[in-house]
């Protein structure tokens, strides 16, 4: 976007118009406020998104997000679920926050969604989570996610389903290499399994997108 000489551009202040909507007690107001505050995140420039999320977190704004992400409102879920997608892949200070924001059993129990989309989004959040440090990663390994994402790749490969689910079988290959990249000393079977796994899915007629995940996942490997 180009500015004009003397005109100031857009500030990380510019997020906090929404939070009186955000952290109101009224459902509709935090529909409202959540959704613009989204969009906010989603159009700004990316050089002051970590200082909006900072204020975020100072003002109360994240913890509001969490308890949304939480919450039996699937519209808040959703919003809640694009801010910590925001968070785990800022820098390593964000997702500190969004691993000890109390979200990890709600994330690795959205894998299993019926919604493609929820699916989605808490796989995004996840393996960012394991691509930030080698903590978070074995936490997650230790609770089964990397062996929820292989078990659901395999199950879309022997059903020759990867590129009916393009999304999300990208999204998981894109994942399972963050934690190939982050978890030190991962068990030999499973790996083997995903070495396994990677070279079927490269002779498949796919889209190059998912060709590119599996090179990088046995260049990794």
């Not at 809640?80 to 059993?105: E, K, M, P, Q």
């Not at 079977?189 to 396994?196: A, C, G």
């Not at 498949?204 to 995940?213: G, K």
């Amino acid at each position: 976007m180009a500015f004009r000489l003397g005109l100031q551009g857009p500030s990380a202040e510019e997020v906090t118009k929404f939070f009186d909507n955000v952290l109101s007690d009224d459902e509709f107001l935090q529909i409202t406020g959540a959704d613009d505050l989204v969009k906010w995140l989603q159009a700004a420039d990316p050089a002051i998104i970590n200082d909006a999320l900072d204020l975020m977190v100072t003002r109360g704004v994240v913890k509001r997000f969490a308890q949304f992400f939480r919450s039996e409102n699937l519209n808040l879920q959703d919003k809640a679920g694009v801010v910590f997608g925001f968070l785990s892949c800022g820098d390593t200070r964000h997702a500190t926050i969004a691993y000890n924001s109390g979200i990890l059993t709600e994330c690795i129990d959205r894998l299993s969604s019926g919604d493609l989309d929820i699916r989605v989004k808490n796989a995004w959040i996840l393996g960012n989570l394991a691509a930030d440090e080698t903590e978070c990663a074995v936490t997650l390994l230790s609770k089964g996610v990397l062996n929820i994402m292989v078990d659901q790749l395999a199950a879309m490969t022997t059903s020759n389903e990867i590129s009916t689910y393009i999304q999300y079988s990208t999204m998981l290959l894109w994942a399972i290499n963050h934690f190939l990249k982050s978890a030190p000393e991962l068990p030999t079977p499973l790996i083997l399994r995903i070495q396994e796994l990677l070279c079927t899915i490269i002779v498949m007629n796919v889209e190059d997108c998912v060709l590119e995940e599996c090179c990088y996942g046995l260049a990794t490997i």
